[in-house]
């Protein structure tokens, strides 16, 4: 008798089958997105620091941005958070999900999306892209940085519809969510510049 294990063949029509479990997908990023950003935010001892939220408007299209201010993921860490199924969270009670899903989630609603690492020093951009036959990712941009460790993510919103849905899901969410969240400008849409971030932020 022979046993053999099953196997998982990962490829873009696979990543958009598991996406498109979600019933409400501006809603599903917006709350997998934020709880990512915290569970780093506690790993980090960083609760007291809020998590950035914001439309940016210097772009066209516009983009739906959250930045978080936790571990931040070195270059060596970035294959594990584009495994599906892979997750650091399965031992840690205080950490929410661990099916290694929630990151891949932009794609439900773009076929691609960046992340943006910040990370001892360094600054590391990645455009992930889901291709005719897989999803895939790519080192951008590599560069010193001053800015606090975390990740950005950083989604494409191509039409006024998913725009109105993602406000919506947002204020959903935040009226629910005891994370400490801060939205900027996010319902007036002004035009934010790169460096809107606080740097003084003490952490």
């Known amino acids: 008798m ?3 294990s099953f196997n998982i063949e990962i490829s873009s029509t696979a990543i958009k089958a598991m996406v498109a479990m979600y019933h409400d997908k501006p809603l599903a990023v917006v709350r997998e997105l934020l709880t990512n950003a915290w569970d780093s935010h506690k790993r980090a001892g960083h609760t007291s620091v809020p998590i950035d939220v914001y439309l940016f408007k210097g772009d066209s299209p516009k983009h739906f941005v959250v930045r978080d201010y936790g571990t931040g993921i070195s270059p060596d860490k970035m294959k594990d958070f584009c495994t599906v199924y892979r997750s650091d969270k399965r031992d840690d009670d205080e ?3 661990f099916f290694g899903i929630g990151s891949k989630v932009p794609f439900s609603i773009s076929d691609s999306f960046t992340v943006t690492t910040y990370y001892n020093g360094m600054k590391y951009s ?3 892209t889901l291709t005719e036959t897989l999803p895939v990712y790519t080192l951008i941009a590599e560069q010193k940085t001053d800015e606090l460790n975390g990740v950005e993510v950083s989604i494409p919103v191509h039409t006024e519809k998913l725009e109105k849905q993602l406000i919506k899901a947002f204020g959903e969410f935040y009226k629910l969510s005891d994370m400490d969240i ?12 790169p460096e809107y971030i606080n740097k003084n932020i003490e952490v």
């Open 95 to 97: 950490q929410t999900g």
């Open 2 to 4: 022979k046993t053999e």
């Open 182 to 193: 801060r939205p900027i400008s996010l319902i007036e849409f002004e035009k934010l510049e």
């Open 126 to 128: 990645y455009l992930m």
